[in-house]
Structure formats: structure tokens, C-alpha cells
């Protein structure tokens, strides 16, 4: 059974840092791009990075370019999302996706960031 596990949400304030991780089992991890997704209130789930299988190739959403740095541990089966200088519209639910031929996702964290 595959499990996309995140961890690491919370209650920031703005120009706060948070880092989520997402940790899977019962897949072969190495052979997963992996993304991120968000979701905020009364919006649709939007990509904010994606990662290929290697970890050598890296793509941003434009609204977190600069900010947010996705990386993987192959040895760990885990990916991590960094977040600095954190807004309030980033506030959302992160998901974790896994993508090979078929795709998983994780069930969520939340991140509020709000002074």
C-alpha cells in the first residue's frame, strides 16, 4: 500500500520559514518525480514545484520562484519543500503527489501564515 505522509505545516508569520517534508513507503520512491501542491480556501489545487527522480532537474511556479526550494533524499524515500519569506497567500494545504505511470497523492498539512 503506498503512503505519501506529510509533516512540517503550521503557524507562521509573515517572513517566517517553514520546511514540510513527505515521506513515502510502499513505492519505489527513485523512480517518482514528485510535486507540491497547494490548496487555499474556495481555490483550485495549484503546482508550486516539481522535482524529477534524480533530483537534478527542478521547476517553480512563478508565485513561489526564488522563495521555495524543493529537494529529495533518495535514501530517506522523502521529499522536502523549504519555504522562506513566507506571505499570507501562501497560506493553503500542501499535498504531496508522486507521478510515475500511475500517481499518488498525500492527504495534506496545512500552512497559515497570518501575524
Known amino acids: 500500500q503506498v503512503q505519501l505522509v506529510e509533516s512540517g505545516g503550521g503557524l507562521v508569520q509573515p517572513g517566517g520559514s517553514l520546511r514540510l517534508s513527505c515521506a513515502a513507503s510502499?513505492?519505489?520512491?527513485?523512480?517518482?518525480?514528485m510535486s507540491w501542491y497547494r490548496q487555499a480556501p474556495g481555490k483550485e489545487r495549484e503546482l508550486v514545484a516539481t522535482?524529477?527522480?534524480?533530483?537534478?532537474?527542478?521547476k517553480y511556479a512563478d508565485a513561489v520562484k526564488g522563495r521555495f526550494t524543493i529537494s529529495r533524499d533518495n535514501t530517506k524515500n522523502t521529499m522536502y519543500l523549504q519555504m522562506n519569506s513566507l506571505k499570507p497567500e501562501d497560506t493553503a494545504v500542501y499535498y504531496c503527489?508522486?507521478?510515475?505511470?500511475?500517481?499518488?497523492w498525500g492527504q495534506g498539512t496545512q500552512v497559515t501564515v497570518s501575524s
Open positions: 510502499g513505492l519505489t520512491f527513485s523512480r517518482y518525480a
Open positions: 503527489y508522486a507521478r510515475r505511470w500511475d500517481f499518488y
Open positions: 522535482i524529477n527522480d534524480t533530483g537534478r532537474n527542478t
